[in-house]
């Protein structure tokens, strides 16, 4: 079973910075989509940054285009998220999910962590 941990959330002013973490468990770690998603109290889990097996593919939700990076480090069966100039509106619980095919739907991850605070100051 794949099991994934994100870690690095915090609490941060606008405008700075985060790098999350999500470090995978298993052998199939390679061979799945990765994405980001995030959740706000009250509100449904909502995409954010996917990037694909091989790393060479990314897309993003507009609210966090070029501000927001994903990368992957196969070899250590790690995803990140690297995040600038905080807002505000970014404050939520950051899941890291893996699946089968290019999604930007919860539904079609199989696997995803615990979720990690992310709080935005202003």
């Known amino acids: 079973q794949v099991q994934l941990v994100e870690s690095g959330g915090g609490l941060v002013q606008a405008g700075d910075s985060l790098r999350l973490s999500c470090a995978a468990s298993g052998r199939t770690f390679s061979s799945k989509w990765m994405g980001w998603f995030r959740q706000a109290p009250g509100q449904e889990r909502a995409f954010v940054a996917l990037i694909t097996p091989g790393g060479d593919g990314t897309y993003y939700t507009d609210s966090v285009k070029g501000r927001f990076t994903i990368s992957r480090d196969n070899a250590k069966n790690t995803v990140y998220l690297q995040m600038n100039s905080l807002k505000p509106e970014d404050t939520a619980v950051y899941y890291c999910?893996?699946?089968?095919?290019?999604?930007?739907?919860?539904?079609?991850?199989?696997?995803w962590g615990q979720g990690t605070q992310v709080t935005v100051s202003s």
């Open positions: 999910g893996g699946g089968l095919r290019w999604a930007v739907r919860p539904r079609y991850y199989d696997y």
